[in-house]
């Protein structure tokens, strides 16, 4: 690129010890509804996340002995500036990531804002335990510290919100961090950084990395100095990052994908779950670990669900991410898009139906969003359960449609995936609810809604969905150490 193209680029710096540092060596981003790079992204290794790990390591001491209250004003400081700037962060998460300016608006950057009030509230509230033996003259308790430095990993789909997900509560706790947000999606994180000074935030508390998985994220995982590592992203990188962390026995926490599945019985009400299960399968471009993509419905009601849902779903809206009037936003990148594209291929060639979406209807694109990386919702029917289509993660607008007839049925095929993250359940029946939601290998149940989160709940997933659980509760005893003290009086 000529030095003019060169200079209108935006160019991210790592931020170590409270100060931006230009970086060596850059990896280029692109804009994913154009299909230009629009931005330059350090491209980190050992040296940089050596020096963000020694600054951490440095501010540690002087942060873990600060009061949780203390702690606490800080977060909502933070929460309250990033709040103040709201629409900017969600101009560039659209633009970074491609989603919908709308959902940026209205799910990732307030999201993002409420994990720092979340944390910095419940932070307060915890209480440790304490029993008597009188017959030994002995009472015992338990104490809780921050383990150290933790090491953050986050994915590209919902960038801000995610990233902050673990470090609200990792600063909380009062562990200092080193972050790595995808290479993909890192401007939101980097604009972050800039508002970490003023709200209070000492140097070295949170430090940012940016990166590949391959090289900064590698280099962080194996650095011995950092105890804990919370990773959210695919199966595949958690399995490696088990490998590389075994040696020095390190807590992991990890929050991996999903194939879930939305099981609508005879007697749902399809008024509401016809808009929640389009929802449920298509925000975001079907790029949430939520995301429905296995919908179950029962043979009575099949053929008229069948005609509502797709109707519904070619009603959305796909194009630039930025006009407030579209639902479907560009996908991640043009890997990506062919890595979901092919899917949809593989399914017609097992002789599965596509009833609308990719290759079937026409995809009418804005002139400067030609090249983008766009796909229409699609819906697939008469899929093999034992088609990739239903056994592996898409992570796209894509959902497949299929028949079931009994509960014992579609229990034992819903379970038939090597994920457990999240289901849905449609249904009018109350002690049917229940007793499908007991046997669903899956970390979360919705019955009749869709992503309804109260955060003090643990959140993550069972089998190859990960290992652990965030929440109020659940992400204090992760980023603490406990110990029980025993006093003989």
């Known amino acids: 690129p000529t030095m003019a193209h060169s200079q209108a680029l935006l160019v991210l710096e790592n931020f170590i010890g409270g100060k931006f540092v230009p970086c060596s060596s850059y990896i280029d981003s ?25 600054a951490a390591k440095d501010a540690f001491p002087i942060w873990s002995s600060k009061s949780p209250s203390e702690r606490s004003q800080i977060l909502n400081k933070l929460a309250d500036l990033i709040e103040r700037d709201l629409e900017a962060f969600a ?9 919908t300016i709308t959902f940026a608006r209205t799910v990732d950057i307030p999201r993002a804002v409420h994990n720092f009030r979340f944390f910095a509230s419940s932070i307060l509230h915890h209480v440790t335990e304490c029993t008597e033996m009188p017959t030994m003259g002995c009472v015992h308790y338990t104490s809780r510290a921050p383990v150290g430095v933790a090491g953050l990993i986050s994915p590209w789909n919902l960038p801000l919100y995610l990233l902050t997900w673990k470090i609200a509560p990792a600063i909380a706790c009062g562990n200092t961090v080193v972050a790595k947000p995808s290479e993909m999606t890192s401007v939101t994180a980097w604009m972050m950084c800039k508002l970490l000074e003023k709200a209070g935030v000492p140097p070295g508390v949170v430090n940012v990395v940016f990166g590949t998985g391959s090289k900064a994220g590698e280099a962080l995982v194996c650095h011995p100095d950092v105890p804990l590592i919370s990773f959210t992203g695919s199966t595949l990188t958690a399995q490696r990052i088990t490998e590389r962390s075994a040696p020095h026995c ?16 005879d007697d749902a009400d399809l008024s509401q779950c016809i808009p929640t299960t389009v929802r449920s399968s298509f925000a975001n471009q079907g790029e ?43 996908l991640i990148s043009k890997e990506h898009l062919e890595k979901v594209r092919n899917y949809v291929k593989k399914a017609q060639a097992e002789g599965a139906r596509v009833l ?32 990739c289509c239903m056994q592996e993660e898409i992570f796209g607008p894509v959902t497949c449609v299929v028949a079931f007839d009994t509960e014992e049925e579609v229990i034992t095929r819903a379970n038939g995936v090597k994920y457990g993250l999240a289901a849905t359940v449609w249904s009018g029946n109350v002690g049917r609810v229940h007793r499908v939601a007991h046997r669903l290998q899956s970390g979360l149940v919705w019955t009749n809604c869709w992503l309804v989160r109260d955060l003090n709940l643990p959140f993550g997933g069972m ?22 003290i025993t006093i003989k009086h």
Request: aromatic share 8%.
């Open 30 to 54: 692109y804009n994913p509804s154009t299909g230009d790079v629009y931005c330059r992204v350090p491209d980190s290794g050992k040296e940089e996340v050596e020096a963000a790990v020694k």
């Open 91 to 99: 101009q560039a998460e659209s633009k970074d990531q491609g989603k």
């Open 250 to 265: 390190k807590r992991l926490s990890l929050e991996l994908g999903g194939k879930n599945p939305a099981i609508i019985f």
């Open 288 to 330: 949430i670990c939520l995301c429905t993509s296995r919908i179950f419905v029962q043979r009575g009601i099949y053929s008229e669900f069948l005609k509502r849902f797709v109707a519904e779903a070619k009603k959305w809206k796909t194009g630039n991410p930025s006009d407030p009037t579209v639902d479907v936003g560009a």
């Open 356 to 387: 609308c979406g990719e290759g079937v209807d026409p995809l009418a694109l804005p002139p400067g969003n030609q090249k983008g990386y766009f796909m229409l919702p699609t819906v697939i029917a008469e899929v093999k359960d034992e088609s």
């Open 463 to 484: 089998k190859a969905s990960g290992i652990g659980r965030e929440g109020a509760k659940d992400s204090y005893e992760f980023f603490t150490e406990v110990k029980t």
